[in-house]
């Protein structure tokens, strides 16, 4: 009995301490649970907490671009209704032309309409007046005939006198009346023949032929004048070509007016010709052609001018005095080189403008590719094939200015303003074109305008002069679309060192279209900080009161003459004509015999008379 006690205490034991083991465990499991959940808890109120200060962050910025949205609307209904009211004054401007057009118009016919019966009233008066001038010419004459007439009865009546006694037909040396002898010789027109007295038929006629000689005279003048004129065309037209880099042509002009003493004349018609040669061979160029011969016709106007120093001009060796004509002279050949310097530049951006067209926009094959691009980061040739036609564009104008002995003061204002077109060209395009202001395109953009200052770089700035200078506005435009971390840049930064030579409205335009192809990088515009500075360009356009045409940041072509007579006349040498030979196909011409003579004699009949 007290074994079997004892095994039940023993039992009973042994329950409640496995019993007090498992309690321990769930215990230690419930307290392992407890801080598990506590731990939980507080991760929750942490993350509530963040996601508080994330819901007023977001409250925040929702509450600015809420007021950002109201201003830019409200700046958009101003601007809507400023433009609005420039339409409508526009509209009334344009109406207001489009009358005085039409009114100009009818005044231009009244205008015509008088000035072609002026033109007839003018003819009619100058025959009237030649014919009033050969009519007291004939006048005059009649009268010195007639005063001759009158010598010769007084030297009859005395003959008569002394020989009253002889028959009249036995009287010798008695001769008839002047009048009776030469009244056909006498008679003029609108004028009656009146014989003064009869005679019996002379025994010697006397021959009196002056007015006949000087109307042969005369006629022969005529005639070496049009040999002349003639000659000096044939000059204007062909293409003589180059003596020791002189015009040929210009120089043998200038050899004929100089032996004709053209330039020692008040009065002449012989320059007024020879500018109406050059403006007829200007008209008569094709564009096939053109920038041959313009530049041909321009190294010869030059050449004028250069000649034109050794008459008094400037400060060439004076040997004769120039009258008004030729100082005329002078300003028309510099009003003619400003009309070629002006076809050719005209010439010239109408052939480059489609390929400029062309070079602002990249290729396919050179957006967003890495094997467009070099492993140091440098465009690869096939992406600059439309950049080479622009060289091969200069390279061959280059070509025909120097063939044609064009001097180095034109060919650089020349190329200047070619490069002015092209920094024109290529900035209005990138600011009007959306798919042109990416990252892409700027760097195909930046490689073509490394492979112009190359180029530049060979011809030197003898010929090149400031042509790299007038890239700056695409330079910089293209240097702030290729450049990184733009959201970081304030607008002083950008104003200041990036876009100098930009305005706000131009930068606020590149900044509002650009959109990276390449890298996903940011505009300054994706970025709050960056928003804030547009805004501010914004506001400050908003406030510009004078930028009110929609296109004002576009880039206006310059079409002004960039030099004037005083520059030419400092920048072109002197140059002496005498030495140049004639051409050949000129020798059998007869108004260039005293050239191939090598007299210096004054003709007999010269030009400058005319």
């Known amino acids: 009995m007290f074994k079997v006690r004892s095994a039940f205490c023993q039992h009973q034991k042994s329950i409640v301490v496995v019993q007090s083991l498992w309690r321990r465990k769930m215990a230690r499991h419930m307290l392992r649970r407890l801080k598990q959940e506590a731990n939980e808890a507080g991760a929750l109120r942490k993350a509530k907490t963040k996601l508080e200060k994330q819901l007023e962050d977001l409250t925040l910025r929702l509450h600015l671009e809420k007021r950002l949205r109201v201003s830019v609307e409200e700046a958009k209904v101003a601007e809507i209704t400023k433009q609005q009211r420039v339409i409508e004054a526009l509209n009334l401007e344009l109406e207001e032309a489009k009358s005085q057009t039409v009114k100009q118009g009818s005044k231009n016919a009244q205008r015509q309409s008088d000035l072609e019966f002026s033109m007839k009233e003018k003819y009619e008066l100058q025959k009237q007046l030649q014919d009033m001038e050969r009519f007291q010419e004939g006048k005059c004459n009649f009268a010195v005939w007639r005063t001759r007439c009158q010598i010769w009865r007084m030297k009859i009546l005395c003959c008569g006198k002394s020989t009253e006694h002889v028959p009249k037909r036995n009287r010798p040396g008695f001769v008839k009346s002047f009048s009776d002898m030469y009244s056909s010789a ?103 052609s053109f920038l041959n011969s313009a530049s041909n016709r321009a190294a010869g106007s030059a050449g004028y001018e250069d000649s034109l120093k050794l008459i008094g001009f400037d400060d060439g060796v004076s040997h004769i005095e120039a009258r008004y004509p030729a100082i005329l002279f002078k300003q028309q050949l510099t009003a003619s080189v400003e009309k070629i310097f002006g076809l050719i530049r005209d010439n010239l951006k109408k052939e480059i403008s489609p390929l400029l067209g062309v070079c602002i926009h990249a290729p396919k094959t050179a957006r967003g590719g890495k094997s467009s691009r070099s492993p140091g980061g440098v465009p690869q040739q096939l992406t600059s094939n439309q950049w080479d036609s622009i060289i091969q564009f200069l390279d061959s104008l280059m070509s025909h200015l120097h063939k044609n002995h064009v001097p180095s003061f034109f060919i650089r204002k020349l190329i200047t303003q070619v490069f002015s077109f092209i920094n024109i060209n290529l900035f209005n395009s990138l600011l009007l074109r959306r798919e042109c202001c990416t990252f892409s395109n700027g760097e195909y953009v930046k490689s073509g305008l490394a492979e112009l200052e190359k180029w530049i770089a060979c011809v030197t700035d003898e010929f090149a002069g400031t042509a790299w200078h007038e890239l700056n506005y695409i330079r910089q435009a293209v240097g702030f679309l290729v450049i990184h971390q733009k959201r970081k840049k304030s607008l002083e930064e950008i104003k200041q060192d990036l876009c100098p030579a930009l305005t706000v409205r131009q930068i606020y335009r590149i900044s509002t279209m650009y959109w990276d192809d390449k890298y996903g990088t940011q505009s300054v515009s994706m970025r709050l900080a960056a928003f804030l500075v547009v805004a501010q360009m914004r506001e400050m356009l ?69």
């Not at 293409?239 to 004349?265: R, T």
């Open 186 to 288: 006498l008679s003029l027109p609108y004028q009656e023949k009146k014989p003064i007295y009869e005679t019996p038929t002379p025994t010697k006629h006397i021959s009196i032929t002056p007015g006949l000689s000087e109307s042969r005279w005369s006629k022969q003048t005529v005639e070496k004048h049009q040999e002349n004129y003639e000659f000096l065309s044939k000059c204007i037209k062909e293409n003589m070509g180059f003596q020791d880099n002189k015009p040929v042509a210009a120089c043998v002009i200038y050899k004929c007016l100089l032996h004709w003493h053209a330039f020692e004349s008040e009065r002449t018609a012989i320059f007024d010709h020879i500018i109406e040669g050059i403006n007829n061979a200007l008209k008569c160029l094709r564009s096939n």
């Open 542 to 610: 908003n406030k510009d009161n004078q930028n009110l045409a929609t296109n004002s940041f576009l880039l206006d072509d310059d079409l002004s003459i960039p030099f004037s007579t005083e520059d030419i006349s400092k920048a072109i040498p002197a140059t002496d004509p005498m030495d140049v030979k004639i051409p050949a196909c000129l020798s059998n011409v007869p108004a260039a015999k005293f050239l191939l003579d090598g007299t210096t004699e004054t003709c007999l009949t010269p030009l400058a008379a005319a």
